[in-house]
């Protein structure tokens, strides 16, 4: 089941939606409506679901409706319409009570600013969850002590939210939420006020708490590298309607308008892209008891300057190159066993592009793309790999 | 002419001086009658916690009061001020003063006590609610605004003559500060922080407890200070109706023409008003996280 379910949420920010309300379902845009009533339009039937480990990044520019969305699901900020499921649970009809019992329970939230309490000292702003919750003071001290070293903070419980670093500050903010024991974890831009390098650090040690924790995260940002960097999911908004939804390489290779395509063009595809989406579909092979001669016939005809060589099973044995079975056809051979060249590196559908430019470097021919038992799936070749990195741009 | 004089009639109300005197003398009125009982119930209790704790300080020889305020001076605000406040008390004990002063000092004391009871639920209200903002802002215009003296007069039949009557104005003098930077201390929190209570599932008393009455300490200072600043400025005038203390002394130099004697006065309310206000100015400054 999803964790997390947002059903046609629609967001006016108003007391009276009703016109506005209608003059969206007559398909008015946000500008129109706004000109017309006065009121804004946050959110127009948002839907999309968070499934359990997941991380969904829900990415738009300022003015998408991203920060209204994640305020949403948690209710700070009401839905006008549309439904919230948490855990299969309809939370927009919960009543006050419910909601922070809700609140505390279910979600830690972390904040572009880092939000501590300049009052409070490092581990009393780590302890508010528990403690507004009433919990035994030496339980939430211990908690909050397990959180601060989760981030790589332990000694720092005395210091006063003044006295770090950006980054620190929000290394607190991520323990200050982790130490509820959340399910979900609610990110918003909580990285996009960090230096370039202390975020790249944020992104990988996120990511590797991730691994280990298996929260579900909804962490929203403005930044497409970070979004396709941590994202399980995508979501691409504007103006507050979804525009995409999808793995950051679906977003990479099939986006859905002219919109999400001149958002990409600029990304550093060759982290993002796999074997899997630009590997060409093989169907000439050369088998192990084909003879010299019927290989270099197919070769010719077909005018490829190499066959990999598989079992029947389709399992890779190595490569055969044009060159060299000329000069077997000339010996005479009949089998093509001495001449197959069995030490080819070999990639899987899920190694990112990157690495292959590295294979490629060194590596004349193409490049095998093979499964856990060492089956063939296809191949990567030169030009492919060239045409993806410049697709979209010109 | 019968025309004329039934016009003239007609419009008599319009030209007519309107009774608003003598409306607020009717309702002062109404109000003595029912509840007189109960402010001079208050002001007996009133007059009695004075009394006490007067006679309190004044059974204590002045230089170990001397000794005590330095010291509480010393500890709360730096040793500047704990010297500066032997020095002024010295010379207040030398210009025989002692007694005036710990009068005044105490009815600014208990009147600003009074004002913070009163100040603090009131500027809590009026930050969290904005219709009680939008009522309570211009009535504390007008109490800021009006003459002090004019609080004197209704005062006396409801508290009599002397000491609470004169704290009766001087409350509704001094309380306006409270409210406001009570108020202002608590807007002033950052809507960030109280979304990450709210995050969190603070209720609303969390809420206020653990962050926003916290963070408007310093503020909350400020108009504790600004009240302290007013209750002083008032005892000159409280000294009209019998207040007793410094104000009295002065009060007594216009009446006989004494300049000097008055300013001797003069300069003791200064001194008593420059140690209050370096306190708690200091309490303020400790209290703020200096983000």
Same mark, same amino acid.
């Given at each position: ?21 209608t ?32 991380i ?15 305020r ?41 600013h ?6 409070r ?7 508010y ?24 903070l ?24 982790l ?8 990110m918003?831009e909580?990285?996009s ?5 202390i ?5 990988n ?9 298996k929260k ?19 979501v ?14 679906e ?33 000439l092979f ?11 016939h ?25 060159e ?18 069995s ?19 060194k590596?004349?021919w ?23 990195l ?5 | 002419?019968?025309n ?22 009717r ?12 402010t001079?119930?208050?002001s007996k209790?009133?007059?009695?916690v ?20 330095a010291?509480l ?12 406040t ?8 030398n ?18 006590i009074?004002?913070? *009871?009163?100040g @603090? %639920? +009131?500027?809590?209200w009026? #930050?969290? /609610?904005? =219709?009680?903002?939008?009522? !309570?802002?211009p ?13 004197? *007069?209704?005062? @006396? %039949? +409801?508290?009599?003559?002397? #000491?609470? /009557?004169? =704290?009766?104005a001087?409350v !509704? ?11 202002l ?13 709210? #995050? ?9 407890f ?57 300069i003791?309310?200064v001194?008593?008003?420059m140690?209050?206000?370096?306190i ?12």
């Amino acid at each position: 089941m999803e964790k997390i379910r947002a059903v046609n949420v629609t967001k006016i920010f108003t007391s009276h939606p009703q016109r506005a309300l209608t003059l969206l379902e007559q398909g008015l845009s946000k500008d129109e409506i706004f000109s017309q009533t006065g009121q804004a339009v946050g959110l127009v039937k948002v839907s999309f679901d968070v499934g359990e480990g997941e991380i969904l990044v829900v990415m738009g520019l300022s003015g998408s409706g991203k920060s209204t969305l994640i305020r949403c699901i948690n209710r700070l900020i009401e839905p006008t319409q549309g439904q919230i499921f948490i855990d299969g649970n309809d939370i927009t009809s919960l009543d006050h009570r419910a909601l922070l019992e809700l609140r505390r329970r279910k979600f830690g939230m972390v904040f572009q600013h880092f939000a501590l309490f300049p009052q409070r000292n490092i581990i009393n702003n780590v302890e508010y969850g528990l403690e507004i919750q009433q919990m035994d003071k030496l339980f939430r001290r211990d908690k909050a002590r397990q959180a601060l070293k989760l981030v790589g903070l332990e000694g720092w419980e005395a210091a006063m939210p003044n006295q770090l670093s950006g980054g620190m500050q929000q290394r607190v903010g991520l323990a200050r939420a982790l130490a509820v024991d959340p399910d979900i974890l609610l990110m918003d831009e909580a990285f996009s006020a960090l230096d370039p390098l202390i975020r790249g650090d944020m992104q990988n040690e996120l990511m590797s708490l991730q691994a280990r924790m298996k929260k579900t995260i909804l962490f929203i940002t403005h930044d497409l590298d970070e979004a396709l960097k941590i994202g399980n999911r995508v979501v691409l908004m504007k103006d507050g309607q979804v525009v995409q939804i999808g793995t950051p390489e679906e977003i990479l290779t099939t986006p859905a308008n002219d919109y999400v395509k001149r958002f990409v063009e600029n990304v550093d595809k060759s982290k993002i892209l796999t074997a899997r989406s630009i590997l060409t579909e093989i169907n000439l092979f050369a088998y192990l008891e084909d003879q010299p001669r019927d290989i270099l016939h197919k070769m010719q005809t077909n005018k490829v300057a190499s066959l990999f060589v598989v079992k029947r099973d389709n399992t890779l044995l190595g490569i055969v190159l044009a060159e060299v079975t000329r000069q077997a056809v000339e010996r005479g051979d009949k089998t093509i066993a001495n001449i197959t060249e069995s030490q080819v590196p070999t990639v899987i559908t899920t190694t990112p592009l990157i690495q292959l430019i590295r294979v490629l470097a060194k590596w004349p021919w193409p490049i095998p793309v093979v499964d856990k038992e060492n089956k063939l799936q296809g191949m990567i070749v030169n030009q492919r790999v060239l045409k993806a990195l410049t697709k979209g741009g010109e | 002419m019968e025309n004329s004089s039934v016009s003239a009639d007609k419009w008599h109300y319009l030209t007519d001086k309107l009774p608003l005197d003598k409306e607020i003398d009717r309702l002062i009125d109404f109000l003595t009658e029912h509840f007189a009982f109960l402010t001079k119930a208050i002001s007996k209790y009133l007059e009695t916690v004075i009394e006490i704790s007067t006679q309190g300080l004044m059974s204590l020889p002045p230089w170990l009061v001397i000794t005590i305020f330095a010291i509480l001076a010393w500890r709360l605000a730096g040793r500047h001020v704990g010297i500066f406040t032997i020095l002024g008390l010295g010379l207040l004990w030398n210009l025989r003063l002692w007694e005036p002063t710990m009068e005044t000092l105490i009815l600014v004391v208990v009147a600003t006590i009074i004002a913070i *009871i009163i100040g @603090i %639920p +009131f500027g809590v209200w009026s #930050a969290l /609610s904005p =219709m009680a903002y939008r009522i !309570i802002m211009p009535i504390l215009d007008f109490m800021q605004t009006m003459p002090a003296f004019v609080y004197l *007069i209704p005062a @006396i %039949p +409801f508290f009599g003559l002397g #000491a609470v /009557s004169a =704290m009766f104005a001087t409350v !509704i003098f001094a309380v306006p500060p409270a409210i406001r930077l009570t108020c202002l201390g608590i807007k002033q929190v950052p809507k960030e922080l109280i979304e990450a209570a709210d #995050a969190f599932g603070s209720t609303r008393w969390q809420k206020l407890f653990k962050l926003q009455l916290p963070l408007a300490i310093p503020t909350i200072m400020a108009g504790i200070n600004q009240t302290i600043m007013l209750a002083l400025s008032m005892v000159v005038i409280a000294a009209m109706i019998g207040a007793g203390g410094l104000g009295s002394e002065v009060w007594k130099a216009i009446q006989r023409l004494e300049p000097g004697k008055g300013f001797e006065a003069g300069i003791a309310i200064v001194i008593l008003a420059m140690i209050l206000d370096r306190i708690t100015q200091k309490i303020g400054k400790q209290n703020s996280p200096e983000r």
